[in-house]
C-alpha cells in the first residue's frame, strides 16, 4: 500500500468518467520551460515529420508495392491527414498538454480510453525512431562501406547521440533542428528538380496508377493495393502531431498549437509529394522504379559528387528526426509520470528535470531502447507502426466526436470547420485502412493487440484499484490568458 499513496500530496479524488482534468497537485513533477512559438515549434515539429528522410527511407519501400501511384497513395493520405490535424488542433488547443493523445482523448472519454491512447501513443513513438534512425546507413556509403549489421549499428548510434541532444535545452534544439531541416529541404528540392528535368513519363500515368507485376510487364494498381498503402503513407505523413506534445513549451499555447499543426502539415506534404512525382516520371523505366534505389537514379541524373552530397544531406535530416522524436517521446513519457501512470519511485524518476530543463530520465528511457530496436527486424517494426498510426488517429478522431460536450462547448479553443462531419468521415476511412490491415498484415495486428491487451491488463490490476491517486490526468498551467 505505501507505494499506492504518494505521501504529502493532496490529490483530489478521479472517477473513471471525469471529463475534466484535475489541476497540478502538490507533488508534481517541476514544470516544463516555455521557450517556443510558432516558429521553433514548426520547426522542431516540421523536423520531426522529417518529410525528406520520409522520401529516402520509406518511399521506396512504397514504390515496389503502389508503383507509379506512390504520389496519388501520398495524396489521398494527406488528405486524410488534413482531416487528423483538425482535430488534432482543436483538441490540442483545448487540451494543452505534453501528455498529448491521452490528455486530449481522457478529457473527453474518460480515463481508461486515455490509457489506451497511451499505449498505442507509446507504440508509436517508440519504434518510429529507429526506423528512421535505420536509414543513416544507406546514405553514408559514399564515405563509409557498411554492411548489414553495420547499418544497423549505425542506427543505434544515431539514436544514442540523438538522445544525448535530447537531454539539452529546448530552445537549443530548436535552432539544431532548424538548421539540419533546412539541408534535407535541400536535398528534397534538388531532387525534385533533377527528376523533373529528366522525365521519362507522361503525368498521366500519377493518375493512372501501373505496378510491375511478377511475371514481367505492367498491372493496374487495385484499390485494395492503394487503400494498404495508405497505412504506409499515413506514417510517412506522421509527425505533425508532435506540437501537441510541446504545448507545455509553447508560448500561449491555445493559438500556437493549431498554427505550428496546420503549417507542418502543409510544408511537409509539400517536401515530401513533390519530389515522388518527380522521382516517379524520371525514373529510368519500372524496374529502376520498383528498386527504389534513389542514390544510384540520382547519380544517373546528375553526378557521383552531387549524390553524395545529397546522401549526406539526407542522413543529417535522420539524425534531425531521431533528436526531436526523442524530445517528443520523453515528454509523453513525462506527463505519465506526472499524472502517476507507474509506480512511485518510477514516477518521480521519469518526472526528474534538469538543469536544461529536459525530463533526463524520461529521455533515456526512450532514446536508449529505440537503439536496442535498431536490431530488431525493419519489416515487421514497419507493419507494427502503420498499425499503430492508424489506430491513433482512430482514437484521437473519435476524441474529437465527443470533444464539444457539455462545458467543453465553451472552452476556448480553435475549432475546425464542417464538425462533425470531419471526425465522422475520418473514422470510416481509417476503419477500412484497418480492414485492409487486418487481411494484408495478420502478424502486425496480432503485435500491436497483444501489447493494448497485456496494457489493459495492468490497468485493472494496478490503475484502477488505485484510481484515486494513479492515471490522474493534469494540467500544466498554460502561462497566458487567452
Not at 139 to 150: E, F, K, M, N, R
Not at 256 to 277: D, F, N, Y
Not at 280 to 305: N, Q, Y
Amino acid at each position: 500500500m505505501a507505494e499506492a499513496i504518494l505521501p504529502k500530496v493532496d490529490v483530489p479524488p478521479a472517477t473513471d468518467n471525469a471529463t475534466t482534468p484535475t489541476p497540478l497537485h502538490a507533488g508534481a513533477p517541476k514544470p516544463l520551460k516555455r521557450s517556443i512559438g510558432v516558429v521553433g515549434g514548426t520547426l522542431l515539429t516540421l523536423s520531426c515529420l522529417t518529410p525528406a528522410s520520409s522520401l529516402f527511407v520509406i518511399v521506396p519501400g512504397m514504390f515496389a508495392t503502389q508503383g507509379t501511384g506512390t504520389a496519388l497513395t501520398l495524396v489521398i493520405a494527406a488528405v486524410m491527414c488534413v482531416l487528423v490535424a483538425f482535430c488534432y488542433s482543436e483538441l490540442g488547443t483545448m487540451v494543452p498538454s505534453a501528455g498529448g493523445e491521452y490528455a486530449m482523448v481522457g478529457t473527453f472519454m474518460g480515463r481508461f480510453a486515455a490509457w489506451i491512447a497511451f499505449i498505442v501513443a507509446g507504440i508509436v513513438v517508440m519504434v518510429v525512431p529507429p526506423i528512421i534512425a535505420l536509414g543513416t546507413g544507406e546514405y553514408i556509403t559514399s564515405i563509409v562501406s557498411l554492411d548489414a549489421t553495420g547499418m544497423k549499428w549505425a542506427g543505434a548510434l544515431v539514436m544514442l547521440g540523438a538522445t544525448v541532444m535530447g537531454l539539452l535545452d529546448l530552445r537549443a534544439n530548436a535552432w539544431v533542428t532548424g538548421i539540419f531541416l533546412a539541408l534535407e529541404v535541400v536535398a528534397a528540392a534538388l531532387v525534385a528538380f533533377l527528376g523533373f528535368g529528366h522525365t521519362e513519363r507522361g503525368a498521366s500515368t500519377l493518375v493512372k496508377p501501373e505496378v510491375l507485376a511478377e511475371a514481367g510487364g505492367m498491372s493496374t494498381l487495385t484499390l485494395g493495393v492503394l487503400v494498404s498503402g495508405l497505412a504506409v503513407a499515413l506514417f510517412a505523413l506522421q509527425g505533425f502531431s508532435t506540437a501537441v506534445y510541446l504545448a507545455e513549451e509553447m508560448d500561449q499555447p491555445r493559438r500556437t498549437v493549431s498554427r505550428t499543426v496546420l503549417w507542418t502539415l502543409g510544408l511537409g506534404a509539400v517536401i515530401l509529394i513533390l519530389p515522388t512525382i518527380a522521382i516517379t516520371l524520371g525514373a529510368a523505366d519500372m524496374e529502376t522504379l520498383t528498386e527504389g534505389d534513389l542514390p544510384t537514379m540520382i547519380e544517373g541524373w546528375s553526378s557521383h559528387g552531387m549524390a553524395t552530397f545529397i546522401s549526406l544531406c539526407i542522413a543529417l535530416a535522420i539524425i534531425n528526426a531521431a533528436i526531436v522524436m526523442v524530445i517528443q517521446n520523453s515528454r509523453v513519457l513525462y506527463a505519465s509520470a506526472r499524472d502517476r501512470a507507474w509506480p512511485t519511485a518510477v514516477s518521480k524518476a521519469f518526472g526528474t528535470v534538469n538543469r536544461f530543463g529536459a525530463p533526463w530520465v524520461a529521455t533515456l528511457a526512450v532514446g536508449v531502447p529505440g537503439a536496442v530496436l535498431c536490431f530488431v527486424d525493419l519489416t515487421l517494426l514497419g507493419s507494427v507502426t502503420s498499425v499503430a498510426v492508424t489506430l491513433l488517429y482512430l482514437v484521437v478522431a473519435f476524441g474529437a466526436l465527443a470533444s464539444r460536450r457539455g462545458v467543453h462547448k465553451h472552452t476556448p479553443a480553435w475549432r475546425m470547420p464542417l464538425w462533425p462531419a470531419v471526425p465522422v468521415v475520418l473514422i470510416a476511412g481509417l476503419l477500412y485502412v484497418m480492414y485492409e490491415l487486418a487481411k494484408s498484415e495478420p502478424k502486425a495486428m496480432y503485435v500491436t493487440f497483444g501489447i493494448i491487451a497485456a496494457a489493459a491488463v495492468y490497468w485493472a490490476v494496478y490503475l484502477l484499484p488505485r484510481k484515486d491517486t494513479r492515471w490522474v490526468i493534469t494540467l500544466a498551467d498554460e502561462g497566458d490568458k487567452d
